[in-house]
């Protein structure tokens, strides 16, 4: 087991009196400490769509934010557009803007809720977290001990399955501090900021199978340009669950999907595109 780091309990953002987001230094994305880790802005448009709606009866069914640009670690101002809202379905887009520049945009998509037999996709049974032991991703003790702490080294991160043994990768990860200071982050922020983490988990994935020579010339690093979340429900407790399958890749384009999961079942799907870096 890796050494499990102090959590900390510091908010990744402050709101400030303008209305924009002060991103904490332990927003820091692994790329660099300027950047903000790219879950965290995901959380911001989730929250930013949610609000814009209003609506209990829908449910958000897709999420696609699209990180074509770091968000830097500056005030980030969070603005929410409706594009069309129906009787049945309702579009929204938010963005993520610094400096005047737009940096990250998401596309929502919400889906009136009517009762039918509820199914979810079959998948095995994941051991609860309070039954394995307190871990972090790969590197997160490095990065602590050099100073390049941020939100990957701050969650709380526990191995169901580390792969390679004929089964996916599967992790389950708590946010154990405020997103946004003074606010309790909601069940689709938590979702929205988990998903970024399929592309460290589609490389655990990628990673076994090099090791077991099912991938020539495998162990690149790659970065996620997007991510695009698809919900049939609210997920429920602190604690997500992600099961990561490698997409694959090809000349320095690969994908990944994951597997969302809480305590009550399967609650969702996500994807990414990622470039080599």
Same mark, same amino acid.
């Given at each position: 087991m890796a050494d499990a780091?102090?959590?900390t309990i510091e908010p990744m953002f402050t709101p400030l009196p303008d209305g924009r987001f002060m991103p904490s230094p332990l927003s820091?994305?692994?790329?660099?400490?300027?950047?903000?880790? /790219?879950?965290l802005p995901a959380a911001l448009l989730a929250r930013a769509i949610e609000r814009a709606h209003?609506?209990?009866?829908?449910?958000?069914?897709? +999420?696609?934010?699209?990180l074509f640009r770091p968000a830097p670690r500056t005030p980030l101002e969070v603005v929410a557009r409706?594009?069309?809202?129906?009787? $049945? @379905?309702?579009?929204?887009?938010?963005?993520? @803007?610094?400096? /005047?520049v737009e940096v990250t945009r998401a596309s929502g998509? +919400?889906? $009136?809720?009517?009762?039918?037999?509820?199914?979810?996709r079959d998948m095995p049974p994941i051991a609860q977290p309070e039954d +394995?032991? $307190?871990?972090?991703? =790969?590197?997160?003790?490095?990065?602590?001990?050099?100073?390049?702490?941020?939100?990957?080294?701050?969650?709380?991160? $526990?191995w169901a399955s580390r792969g390679?043994?004929?089964? =996916?990768?599967?992790?389950?990860?708590?946010?154990?501090?405020?997103?946004?200071?003074?606010?309790?982050?909601?069940?689709?922020?938590?979702?929205a900021a988990i998903a970024d983490f399929a592309n460290r988990m589609s490389q655990v994935a990628r990673s076994r199978?090099?090791?077991?020579?099912?991938? =020539?010339?495998?162990?690149?690093?790659?970065?996620?340009?997007?991510?695009?979340?698809? +919900?049939?429900?609210?997920p429920v407790d602190e604690w997500l669950a992600i099961t990561a399958f490698d997409g694959g890749s090809t000349m320095g384009i690969g994908t990944a999907d994951i597997v969302l999961s809480d305590r009550e079942g399967v609650f969702g799907h996500a994807g990414q595109g990622q470039l080599a870096n």
């Amino acid at each position: 087991m890796a050494d499990a780091p102090e959590i900390t309990i510091e908010p990744m953002f402050t709101p400030l009196p303008d209305g924009r987001f002060m991103p904490s230094p332990l927003s820091r994305a692994g790329w660099s400490p300027n950047m903000v880790s /790219g879950g965290l802005p995901a959380a911001l448009l989730a929250r930013a769509i949610e609000r814009a709606h209003g609506d209990g009866g829908l449910q958000l069914s897709r +999420l696609t934010v699209d990180l074509f640009r770091p968000a830097p670690r500056t005030p980030l101002e969070v603005v929410a557009r409706e594009v069309r809202v129906g009787r $049945r @379905i309702a579009v929204y887009d938010a963005s993520v @803007i610094a400096d /005047g520049v737009e940096v990250t945009r998401a596309s929502g998509l +919400l889906l $009136r809720r009517s009762e039918t037999p509820a199914t979810a996709r079959d998948m095995p049974p994941i051991a609860q977290p309070e039954d +394995l032991e $307190r871990d972090a991703f =790969p590197g997160a003790a490095e990065d602590r001990a050099e100073g390049r702490a941020g939100f990957a080294t701050e969650i709380e991160l $526990r191995w169901a399955s580390r792969g390679g043994d004929g089964t =996916p990768p599967t992790a389950w990860i708590r946010i154990p501090f405020p997103i946004v200071a003074g606010e309790e982050t909601t069940p689709i922020m938590r979702a929205a900021a988990i998903a970024d983490f399929a592309n460290r988990m589609s490389q655990v994935a990628r990673s076994r199978q090099t090791a077991l020579g099912r991938v =020539p010339g495998g162990g690149t690093g790659f970065i996620n340009a997007d991510v695009t979340l698809y +919900l049939h429900r609210d997920p429920v407790d602190e604690w997500l669950a992600i099961t990561a399958f490698d997409g694959g890749s090809t000349m320095g384009i690969g994908t990944a999907d994951i597997v969302l999961s809480d305590r009550e079942g399967v609650f969702g799907h996500a994807g990414q595109g990622q470039l080599a870096n």
